[in-house]
């Protein structure tokens, strides 16, 4: 095996979870919006939703120059 393919193997996984991320981004907005928060809760959880959000693009991001990088040794 070589290093453009464990390149290519570790990017998908970093994209995977950053996939995951932005779904899991996705549901907890949805379930914010159906609970009719506070503006403090609403505040809060734009937060922690932007948090998640960043780190989930992040990982996605990363994962795709891991791939490109090793498509590109391949």
Known sequence: MGTANILIGVGLVFIVVG???LVY???L???IK?????DEELKGA??????ANMASMG???LGLAL????L???
């Open 46 to 51: 734009f937060y922690k939703i932007s948090a």
């Open 19 to 21: 996939l995951s991320g």
């Open 67 to 70: 791939v490109l990088a090793g």
């Open 25 to 27: 981004c996705i549901n």
């Open 34 to 38: 159906t609970m009719k928060p506070t």
């Open 29 to 31: 907005a949805r379930r």
């Open 59 to 61: 990982s996605a991001f």
């Open 72 to 74: 590109i040794l391949n």
